[in-house]
């Protein structure tokens, strides 16, 4: 099994790193990937490589995606190639987990109305606006689609991407 994370600089740290090294924990293959190859920075200095473009993924070799918060999420939004990997995955009802501010990706993707999810306080009126139905709940599983508030919650998070996992 393989798994895409896909973020940009300002990402929020322990977001990225938690899932990336529970996926690999798991056996898969994580790739990053960001605008551009090369390096990513979090929001508290811990960098990443992204392996892989944006529009040198091809959404069918993976699993799973993976869309931590943080800043990443504002600047990937406005990024066509971002928003059609989501599209593809959900097109594909392979699992898609967004964490914290990850869920704006979905948002400008049009992929929430009338799904169930959870997202940083700050977020909340965002995808309410969208049609979601927002849950002030530590994890929220709709489907394909897995969602959490923020890094105290990255236990619930990362055990139900391995239990989605798991099920394929």
Do not use: W
Request: with cysteine; net charge neutral.
């Amino acid at each position: 099994m393989k798994a895409l994370i896909m973020s940009a600089d300002h990402f929020e740290d322990s977001e990225l790193l938690v899932p990336y090294y529970r996926l690999l924990e798991e056996g898969l293959k994580v790739d990053v990937c960001a605008v551009r190859r090369g390096r990513i920075s979090g929001k508290h200095g811990y960098e990443v490589s992204a392996d892989v473009a944006l529009h040198e993924v091809d959404p069918a070799g993976y699993d799973i995606l993976i869309l931590p918060g943080g800043q990443a999420p504002a600047a990937l939004r406005r990024e066509p190639a971002a928003l059609d990997i989501a599209r593809q995955f959900f097109a594909a009802n392979k699992p898609v987990a967004a964490i914290c501010h990850g869920p704006q990706i979905l948002v400008s993707a049009g992929l929430l109305k009338g799904r169930r999810a959870t997202c940083h306080h700050s977020v909340a009126a965002e995808l309410k606006a969208v049609g979601a139905h927002f849950e002030d709940k530590e994890v929220v599983v709709d489907g394909n689609m897995i969602t959490a508030r923020q890094p105290s919650d990255l236990p619930a998070f990362s055990r139900e991407i391995v239990k989605q996992l798991r099920q394929r």
